[in-house]
């Protein structure tokens, strides 16, 4: 995890971490500190209920999200970024000014004007943070850059969560609470002096001011792409599903756990803490692209510890007071329940952390930070919703315990769900899987693999998983030309039938399907996708190179596109081999985890892509080893 952690001392990435990381800090700091107050202190201030003032509040700094999220991404495509996040920083000292003269001038509308106006502080903010990275981080440090930002999110969130607690229940004087947020806006201020330019992709772009019709375009585009937009879909879920167990910490702690106020900041430090560790082992488990077989992985560790989480829940610890917390800690239901959130924490990482990082390298880069505001669009509206609908439950009567189940089982079928639409993100989990159960792999110049447009991928055939590997180490999803007798494989069938892989036979064999394969490679490369194929026509029986045969010229005659070629190496004596003259026969014969590398060439123009030359390309990028 070094080259992850490697990132804060770059200037291209630590002074943005540092300053998004004190916005989120600010903005809890403020948001809690003015709850407590009211809560604790309302007669000073209104006449309304505690209860009722800690939902305008939460409604309040929400609110922005939907009025100027859509402006506030074409600003992001618009203008330098960094330029964006300096002034984004000026704003919020001006808004703990505000902020300031409300305490001192004991008005409750000034001080929710300013929570408003720090709700627009983080709505301006929003599209800057995730469009900024794609242009000062590479492909393979997306993964890595992406975990830091929401582990440092969410520790931004506890840690200004507890100093807003804390400051609003020792200072006699609230004056300080804006003093407070006013140094750490500044702090972030000079750190945002650090931040890299970061040119805009439209400076051409005409703002509309219209939030109705431009939130409508930014959904527009995000559509454009229907990975994309699931993905949102998917990150926007997540919000609503950690917001509705965050939301119900507090009630949870006092009347299932039966503690106090240290214990409600031990749930959200659990949980917290988890999506930290599960954020940033996201890197080392993707090797360091964007993988998104994690995503399904994630997904079934949300619902099995949401569910375990209800079944955990101790009943009779709740009392008439509140215990201490050692004495809860004494308690083993209470650690079965720690154990749920960190683990809710952990798969909750790995499925956001994949999500933020595809649409950044998928999305269009003219229109990126207006995908990211509608992304930010959605979030706010499944969050208000899942509020909405988790008070409705409570209210008629259902338990949390039973909420949070009921969570978790919705999890499960918004997954299903997802997955039929888009079966790539299971079949790469899969994929994913089935190369992390038996192999470890090593992978060199993937970067060669073009992230957009129309390639031949060549590739030598050791073994009936070789698809399977380059599947689950391509940057985005390939359509293979195999064997058609492959496709009767149990397992390995599936996945490819279900991937898009396209089933060839020769002319003596069936040359209908030879033909038909032909025309729809013809079809995959006019789409701009990637296309695989073994140009040795089957798998090696003896672990050398066979000759590879002419198809390969067929199909640039027919659509000239680059070609890259693949070296796998390592495969040969494994179970998915025919070392023994048949496959599958010997289960572990070379134990568990063997190595495997799998290299890839520098494109081929379609001219120079003869037989004689991309066989002599992959021979070198295999090398000795078979």
């Known amino acids: 995890m070094s080259g992850q952690f490697g990132l804060l001392g770059t200037r291209r990435f630590a002074p943005f971490f540092v300053t998004q990381f004190l916005g989120a800090f600010n903005d809890n700091l403020f948001k809690n500190a003015l709850i407590v107050l009211l809560t604790f202190r309302a007669a000073h201030w209104t006449s309304l209920s505690p209860g009722l003032l800690a939902n305008l509040a939460a409604g309040i700094f929400i609110l922005p999200f939907f009025l100027f999220s859509a402006t506030a991404g074409q600003l992001a495509d618009k203008y330098d970024k960094a330029m964006l996040a300096r002034l984004v920083k000026v704003l919020e000292m001006l808004i703990m000014g505000v902020a300031a003269a409300g305490f001192f001038l004991h008005s409750l509308a000034v001080l929710l004007a300013a929570l408003f106006l720090l709700g627009c502080h983080s709505t301006l903010f929003g599209p800057v943070k995730y469009a900024i990275m794609p242009q000062h981080l590479r492909e393979d440090e997306l993964v890595g850059g992406n ?186 239901a209470v650690w079965r329940v720690l154990f749920d959130l960190t683990l809710l924490g952990v798969f909750g990482g790995f499925f956001i952390v994949p999500l933020y990082a595809l649409i950044q390298l998928r999305s269009s880069l003219e229109y990126r930070a207006r995908i990211i505001a509608a992304n930010n669009i959605l979030n706010a509206l499944f969050m208000v919703v899942g509020a909405l609908g988790a008070a409705s439950l409570l209210d008629g009567g259902l338990g949390i315990p039973a909420l949070f189940g009921l969570a978790a089982l919705l999890n499960a079928a918004v997954a299903v769900y997802i997955y039929g639409l888009v079966p790539e993100f299971l079949l790469r989990f899969m994929a994913w899987l089935l190369v992390k159960a038996v192999y470890r792999l090593r992978s060199e110049g993937l970067d060669n693999i073009p992230h957009d447009g129309a390639a031949v991928l060549v590739a030598n055939h050791v073994s009936f998983a070789d698809a399977v590997i380059i599947m689950g180490a391509a940057p985005r999803p390939v359509r293979f030309v195999m064997d058609h007798r492959i496709f009767a494989t149990p397992l390995l069938g599936f996945i490819f039938r279900h991937c898009g892989a396209i089933p060839i036979a020769s002319a003596r064999d069936d040359a209908e399907v030879m033909e038909a394969a032909f025309a729809e490679v013809a079809r995959a490369l006019d789409n701009g996708e990637l296309v695989a194929i073994f140009p040795e026509g089957h798998i090696t029986r003896d672990g050398e ?51 495997v590398t799998l290299r890839a060439g520098p494109p081929v123009a379609a001219a120079d892509a003869t037989v004689a030359n991309l066989q002599a390309l992959v021979l070198a990028l295999r090398g000795e080893r078979r």
Not at 551 to 565: H, K, Q, S
Request: aromatic residues 12%; proline residues 8%; glycine residues 14%.
């Open 545 to 595: 190179l066979q000759a590879f045969r002419p198809g390969i010229r067929r199909i640039l005659a027919a659509n000239p596109v680059p070609v890259v070629p693949l070296a796998l190496s390592g495969l040969w004596g494994s179970f998915f081999s025919r070392i023994d003259g048949k496959a599958m026969q010997t289960p572990f014969r070379r134990g568990f985890f063997s190595s």
């Open 147 to 332: 975990g830091l930002i929401e582990a440092g999110t969410f520790v931004a969130i506890l840690l200004g969560t507890l100093a807003g607690g804390l400051l609003a229940g020792t200072v006699g004087q609230p004056e300080w609470i804006a003093v407070g947020g006013l140094a750490v806006a500044l702090a972030g201020y000079l750190a945002s002096r650090g931040i890299p330019p970061a040119p805009p992709p439209a400076p051409w772009l005409q703002v509309n001011l219209n939030p109705f019709s431009e939130t409508w375009r930014n959904i527009a585009f995000a559509r454009q792409d229907r990975t994309v937009f699931l993905s949102i879909l998917g990150i926007s879920w997540f919000w609503l599903y950690g917001a509705l167990f965050l939301a119900q910490f507090p009630a949870y702690a006092r009347f299932v756990v039966g503690g106090g106020e240290s214990a409600v900041i031990l749930l959200l430090a659990t949980f917290t803490v988890g999506i930290g560790v599960g954020s940033m082992l996201c890197e080392r488990l993707s090797g360091k692209h964007v993988e998104i077989g994690l995503v399904p992985f994630g997904s079934i560790g949300l619902t099995v510890f949401g569910v375990d989480l209800y079944f955990a829940s101790p009943s009779g610890l709740a009392g008439a007071a509140p215990h201490e917390l050692l004495g809860l800690l004494s308690v083993p």
